[in-house]
Structure formats: structure tokens, C-alpha cells
């Protein structure tokens, strides 16, 4: 995953478990309304269905993304799976 600079996801939940590892860059993490930093040599848990974003500081940031097959997305509020090609 690479995030521009100052850059940042949309506000979303995923159905799966996900470990966030950065190789570059730091991001910073909301999950459920609760705000971490994250930077190279570092991981992030993000439990399944959890509110989440993720914004890259300062500069373009860019992390190795763990999670199970066929992980899905959805907008807060929508019961609408949304799939992730790359989660296939």
C-alpha cells in the first residue's frame, strides 16, 4: 500500500484482521476514533470490522498489508461488501 504525502484513505471497515508493516514513510492510524502513529520498523493490528484511516505524514508512506483471502470493504453505515481485487 503507498499513500501520498498528507494523503489518506477514505474513512472505512475491512471484514478481516490486517497487520500494517511500513517500509518507508510514517502513517497515521484512527481505528475507532483513537489516533496512533505507525513508521518503518514498525506493525499495526487492526482488528476486523473496526472504523478505521490511514494518512501518511509528512511524505509519501508505503506498508506491506497482511490479511487473510478474500478480505471485503465497507463505507460506515453501509451494509455493502465491497470486494478488494488484490485480496483475492
Do not use: Y
Not at 514513510?25 to 483513537?34: K, L, N, P, R, Y
Request: proline share 7%; hydrophobic share 50%.
Amino acid at each position: 500500500m503507498e499513500i501520498d504525502a498528507e494523503m489518506s484513505t477514505p474513512v472505512h471497515i475491512i471484514d478481516r484482521e490486517q497487520v500494517w508493516m511500513p517500509v518507508s514513510g510514517e502513517f497515521e492510524v484512527v481505528v475507532d476514533g483513537v489516533t496512533e502513529r505507525v513508521k518503518a520498523g514498525q506493525a499495526i493490528v487492526l482488528p476486523a470490522g473496526v472504523v478505521r484511516q490511514m494518512k501518511a505524514v509528512d511524505s509519501a508512506a508505503e506498508a506491506f498489508v497482511a490479511m487473510t483471502v478474500g478480505g471485503k470493504a465497507m463505507m460506515p453505515g453501509s451494509e455493502n461488501k465491497i470486494p478488494l481485487p488484490w485480496a483475492e
